[in-house]
T-cell receptor, first 111, second 115 residues
Framework: KAGVTQTPRYLIKTRGQQVTLSCSPI?????VSWYQQTPGQGLQFLFE???????NKGNFPGRFSGRQFSNSRSEMNVSTLELGDSALYLC??????????FGPGTRLTVL | AQSVTQLDSQVPVFEEAPVELRCNYS??????LFWYVQYPNQGLQLLLK??????LVKGINGFEAEFNKSQTSFHLRKPSVHISDTAEYFC?????????????FGSGTKLNVKP
C-alpha cells in the first residue's frame, strides 16, 4: 500500500508570495492533518480535515488555510509569506481518530 | 492547557547499552500517547502507541514504553541500542479519542548512538 505522498518536496519562495502544498493520503484514509516543524517551535498542529470538512484547527494566523477534496487529497495554502514561515510542513493521514501516518514533508524556504 | 515535556533534548549512548527517553504530559482528561521517530530528511514513523489496556506497550525495533497515569509519564525504553537507532524521537499526546487527531508533540529528543 502506498504511503502518504507530499509534493513538492522542496520549495523556495520570497517574502510576500503565496504557496500551495499538496498531500495525498493513504488509500482509504479520510482524515488528513497538517503540521509545521521548525527548530524553534518544534511540531505544531495546523489543522485537520475529514471528509472535506475542517474538524480542528491550531493557533495559526488566517494566512494559513487548507482544503480537502472528495478523493481525500488535501492542499495547504500560505499567503503573504514571511521569513518565519520557513519550515518543514508535514502531512499525516489516518482512518479516523487513530494512528497517524506521516509523509516525508515539504521543506519550504522563504527568502 | 495540554503540554508534553521531553526532559532531555539530547541523549548520547554507546551501542548495545540500554536507553530511556523521558516524556511527561499534563492533562486533566484521559489521553492517548504515542512515540514517533524521525530520521534525517524524513517524516515521522510510529514506534508505539497507548490507547487503553496494558500499560506496558511494545513497539517496533525493540522499543517499549510504560504508561504511568499517577506520574503522567510515558517513557520510552530499549534494552540494547544499535547505531541505526540514531534519530530524533517525539512523544505525542492526543487528548481523548474525540479530539479529531489533534496531536500535541514534545520538543523531541535526539538519540546519538556511538560505536
Amino acid at each position: 500500500k502506498a504511503g502518504v505522498t507530499q509534493t513538492p518536496r522542496y520549495l523556495i519562495k520570497t517574502r510576500g508570495q503565496q504557496v500551495t502544498l499538496s498531500c495525498s493520503p493513504i488509500s482509504g484514509h479520510r482524515s488528513v492533518s497538517w503540521y509545521q516543524q521548525t527548530p524553534g517551535q518544534g511540531l505544531q498542529f495546523l489543522f485537520e480535515y475529514f471528509s472535506e470538512t475542517q474538524r480542528n484547527k491550531g493557533n495559526f494566523p488566517g494566512r494559513f488555510s487548507g482544503r480537502q477534496f472528495s478523493n481525500s487529497r488535501s492542499e495547504m495554502n500560505v499567503s503573504t509569506l514571511e521569513l518565519g514561515d520557513s519550515a518543514l510542513y508535514l502531512c499525516a493521514s489516518s482512518l479516523d481518530r487513530d494512528e497517524q501516518f506521516f509523509g516525508p514533508g515539504t521543506r519550504l524556504t522563504v527568502l | 492547557a495540554q503540554s508534553v515535556t521531553q526532559l532531555d533534548s539530547q541523549v548520547p549512548v554507546f551501542e548495545e547499552a540500554p536507553v530511556e527517553l523521558r516524556c511527561n504530559y499534563s492533562s486533566s482528561v484521559s489521553v492517548y500517547l504515542f512515540w514517533y521517530v524521525q530520521y534525517p530528511n524524513q517524516g515521522l514513523q510510529l514506534l508505539l502507541k497507548y490507547l487503553s489496556g496494558s500499560t506496558l506497550v511494545k513497539g517496533i525495533n525493540g522499543f517499549e514504553a510504560e504508561f504511568n497515569k499517577s506520574q503522567t509519564s510515558f517513557h520510552l525504553r530499549k534494552p540494547s541500542v544499535h547505531i541505526s537507532d540514531t534519530a530524533e524521537y517525539f512523544c505525542a499526546v492526543m487528548r481523548g479519542r474525540y479530539n479529531f487527531n489533534k496531536f500535541y508533540f514534545g520538543s523531541g529528543t535526539k538519540l546519538n548512538v556511538k560505536p
